[in-house]
């Protein structure tokens, strides 16, 4: 019983493609595209609009702006095929599902995904 509660809960370590988290948000936009998927990959290389890089700047911002420790504030978008990055990982993003904007914290599994994708379109019967 004494040895149950000295033994520490290990987490698994996350990591996208072979490559950690720390690694991911060190790397370079090229060295981020070579491990994405080939439709992220084009998208990538086309280079960022305008919407997309608002976007990112916003969620900057909101993770600037915040306490240690705490959650940043929601960043509201219609942006359904923004691709997520290991920047956004921690940022808490509003996704507009044609309705409402639902609200969804970025977690490290979601990179390579798509923001439309957490948030559904329609009410499942």
Do not use: W
Not at 52 to 68: D, F, H, Y
Request: net charge positive; hydrophobic share 35%.
């Amino acid at each position: 019983m004494a040895d149950e509660q000295k033994r520490k809960r290990t987490f698994k370590k996350y990591t996208y493609r072979g490559i950690d988290l720390d690694k991911l948000l060190d790397m370079t936009s090229a060295e981020l595209t070579q491990l994405v998927h080939c439709r992220a990959r084009r998208r990538f290389t086309r280079g960022l609009k305008r919407k997309p890089m608002a976007l990112i700047k916003k969620l900057r911002k909101a993770k600037r702006t915040c306490p240690e420790g705490e959650k940043p504030e929601a960043v509201r978008t219609h942006l359904r095929n923004m691709i997520v990055t290991p920047e956004m990982v921690g940022s808490i993003i509003g996704i507009y599902n044609g309705k409402t904007f639902n609200q969804v914290e970025i977690k490290a599994e979601m990179i390579g995904h798509y923001l439309g994708e957490f948030s559904i379109t329609y009410k499942p019967v």
